[in-house]
């Protein structure tokens, strides 16, 4: 069974930062291009970030470009979001997604497994 935890969440200062993670289990990592989104109340779910599969490139949406960073640590599973200068409008329910392709961009329905979400909260 595939299984997506995420963690890392919390309350922030705007400007400040937080690093989230998502842990993968039952898949083999190599195989799956992951991605995260975020929704924030009211709002419909947003790709942030993803990562492929075979080479490992990186895309960003324009709202986080410069400020997020991914990254991956396929020797422990687990896929990173670092978020720096965090803003109020980064506030949401960050999310976690994987699908067993190469490269499955920032949109959701693309992807087949999901984690429970982390709340993310950003102070102004």
């Known amino acids: 069974e595939v299984q997506l935890v995420e963690s890392g969440g919390g309350l922030v200062q705007a400007g400040g930062s937080l690093r989230l993670s998502c842990g993968a289990s039952g898949l083999t990592f190599d195989d799956y291009a992951i991605g995260w989104f975020r929704q924030a109340p009211g709002k419909e779910r947003e790709g942030v970030s993803c990562i492929s599969s075979s080479d490992r490139s990186i895309w960003y949406s324009d709202s986080v470009k410069g400020r997020f960073t991914i990254s991956s640590d396929n020797a422990k599973n687990t896929v990173y979001l670092q978020m720096d200068n965090l803003q109020p409008e980064d506030t949401a329910v960050y999310y976690c997604?994987?699908?067993?392709?190469?490269?499955?961009?920032?949109?959701?329905?693309?992807?087949?497994?999901w984690g429970q979400g982390t709340q993310v909260t950003v102070s102004s």
């Open positions: 997604a994987a699908v067993p392709r190469d490269v499955a961009g920032l949109v959701d329905y693309e992807y087949d497994y």
